[in-house]
Structure formats: C-alpha cells, structure tokens
DNA sequence: ATCATTTCTTAACTTAAGTGAACGAGTTGT
DNA sequence: ACAACTCGTTCACTTAAGTTAAGAAATGAT
C-alpha cells in the first residue's frame, strides 16, 4: 500500500528511508466503507485526501438532486476549495466503493512542511500541474457535445465508465441518464452500419 | 499602474520599497495592442501573463473555428498549461483591447523567488485558489443550462457581456451566436410578461 | 427467498440548441 | 465614397437533450 504512495511522490520529490518513517508513522492511512460522507454541505473541514484504493465522489445537490462533479481514483488527490477558502463547503464527498485514503489536515501538512521544506514544494509543484489539467479538462467539456465529451471519457477514462451508475455518469457529463442512455444507444447503432 | 500590481499582490504577501523597487526594475510592463496574438499553437513558451489593463482571451482552433475558453481583465493572472508541461501548446492568446500586461518568462521569476523566498510562496497560494475558482467555475458550467450561465455571467462578470464580441461570449458559453442571440431575446420575452 | 428500492432503459412528447441562409448595421481598406 | 468584410440578428428546419411515465433489471434488506 505504502508503495503506492511512494512511487508517486517519487515523480516529485526523493525521499530518504527515514523521511518516509516519519510519513508512515502519522497514521495517515485509513479504511473507508462504501457509501461514507467523507465531507457534507456547510461542514467546515481542513481535511485533503489521496485515494490509494477505491473511488470518491464530489457533488453538489441542487433542487434535490445530485450533481456529480468529480471522481477520483487510485493515486489521485483532492483538497476541497472550501480547505483553501476556509468557508463551510458547498458540497459533498463520498466513498463510491471500499476505499483505502491518505487523509491529512492542515495542522498535520503544517508540521510535515515544516520539518521537510521540500514536501511544500511538491505540493506546489502538484498544484500547478492539477490547475493545468484542471484548465484543459474544463476547456475540453466547453468545446464539445455531449456524445463527444462520452467519447472522450470512453478513451481517457474507460475504467469510470465501468465502475461507476450510469446515473453519476450522466451527471457528470452534465445530462440526464435517460439522455446518456439514449446518446449510448445511437453510438451503438452508428457503429453497427 | 504600479499600484495596481502592488496591490493585488499585497493580499498575499507586503513588500518592502526596496523589494518593489526590484520588481519595477525588471521590466515587466508590456503595452500590448488589440489584435495582437501573444501565444501561437505549437509554439513553445515559458511566459505568464498579468493583465493590468485590458483584456486578453484565450482560445482554441478546432475544425477552422475558434472556441474561447476564457477572458482576463484587469488583475486576473494567466499561466498557460504548455508552461507548466513545457510542452508546445495547444492553443492561442491574444488581446482583445489594448493591453498593459505583465509579462514574466520563467528565468525571471526563478531569479525573483530566488531573491524574495517569499515570493515563491505568494505564487504557491495564488495557484491554491485559482485551482478552487477554476474548480467551482467548472462545476457551476458543468451543472447548467446555456440560459443559466448567460444569466450567471450577466451577474459575475457583467463588463464582459459589454467589452467582448458576441460571438467569442457564445462560444465561451458553449454555444453558438444564433443561439446566444435567440437565447438573449428569450430572456427578454420573459422579463417584459 | 421475497419484497422493496434503486437503477437502467425505452418511448412519446416538449423544448432548446445546431445548421444554413438571408439581411441590415457597422468597420476596414482602398 | 465605395466595395468587401465582419458581426449580430432573425427565420425555417433539423437534431438532440429535457421531461414524464412505464416497465425491466439489478441491488439490498428482512
């Protein structure tokens, strides 16, 4: 498990044995059960998580209903905006499935950064690399339809699509599932001919 | 117009004179005329654009059209993802009015954050929570319809509706220019009854 | 194992965006 | 001053997504 973790702070920053002692021993790690709140609507949280195992899920719900935002899987990280703008969330986070998470708090990254400087740079690294990736996501669903943006994710993420309700799905590609359905359906009679 | 440098970037950190006097001698300010294009598909750069004055748009060319992803006014700060991937980029910059802008290549900003540590973090925080307004501004396109997010950035972001082309406001809308303007008079049905 | 609930799909109908074309207003260049 | 463009709007028509409803399939709970 450990592993994980370590091979991807490998792509930023070495870490020496002792150094990933003292990581390993601030207990970190935590199981998760499937379908667990991670973070409410108006819950005020200093909590950032990395997804060892498994797949979360932030939403919004808007007249009653979910929108999904986001899913993130193994080795992928989420800091709410409400942990950067410190005011209660406007959304929520939950375990689609059994999960293995690095969740650490502001107070626990303060003592971190401050015993090794150069984890703060690799967070500052890692959040400019996520706000690149963030800008070309955001312009890659602005740019395209529907069908287009299933198709894309069908390439870039084909693993979603498997593990994750159609219903999520739907609102994440910003329609509704009957209109996913159907969209899937044309594709499948398109490929046909 | 230094005051408009000095402060924004008060927010985040204080400078001494000396400091600023810095920052003034490295010749950053750029009068920048409408038109002119300051990122070029393919091309290489390690420049981050400020904008002081003016607006700046940024967009792509996909099947011989343009799609605008996004407008910077006055104080907004815009570092393209080919900087931080350092890869030839995907799409273009360019100046929708006469522009002051601040322009930094990434030598000079190595030498600033070397000279004013602080520097560096002051970058590292701005990056946090552009990265959570990107985010949001994500999740809030991704959850309406084209009607609610003209009527969102009539409210957010009124000037833009004013300064900037209908047909670039469209498409940053994800739409079309025939349906912004049938969509405009819609609106304008609607509020008459 | 059964019942209840949730999820997915299909269908008919409504609403809104895409498309192609036309027109007038405003701009640019000569 | 005039022609050539660009830009915004409107219209008729096409296409796709939203809506409402119904039923089949999968999931969970007792």
Same mark, same amino acid.
């Given at each position: 498990m450990q592993d994980i973790l370590f091979g991807f702070i490998s792509k930023y920053i070495s870490l020496t044995e002792e150094e990933k002692n003292v990581l390993l021993s601030l207990e970190l790690f935590h199981s998760v059960k499937k379908g667990t709140v991670l973070l409410t609507e108006g819950q005020k949280t200093q909590n950032s998580f990395f997804v060892l195992k498994g797949c979360i899920r932030s939403y919004y719900i808007k007249d009653g209903e979910e929108k999904t935002t986001a899913f993130y899987t193994e080795m992928e990280a989420l800091t709410p905006p409400c942990v950067i703008s410190r005011t209660p969330s406007d959304y929520y986070i939950s375990c689609n499935e059994d999960c293995i998470l690095l969740i650490s708090d502001a107070d626990m990254s303060e003592e971190v950064n401050s015993r090794f400087p150069?984890?703060?740079?690799?967070?500052?690294?890692?959040?400019?690399? &996520? $706000?690149? @990736?963030?800008?070309?996501?955001?312009?890659?669903?602005?740019?395209?339809?529907?069908?287009?943006?299933?198709?894309? &994710? $069908?390439? @870039?993420?084909?693993?979603?699509?498997?593990?994750?309700?159609?219903?999520?799905?739907?609102?994440?590609?910003?329609?509704?599932p009957q209109s996913l359905s159907r969209l899937r359906a044309r594709i499948l009679e398109k490929s046909k001919t």
């Open positions: 150069k984890f703060e740079i690799m967070c500052m690294k890692f959040s400019e690399e &996520l $706000l690149a @990736k963030e800008r070309i996501e955001f312009d890659e669903f602005k740019t395209s339809s529907p069908e287009q943006r299933y198709l894309n &994710l $069908l390439q @870039k993420r084909p693993d979603l699509i498997q593990r994750v309700p159609q219903h999520q799905l739907a609102s994440y590609l910003g329609i509704k």
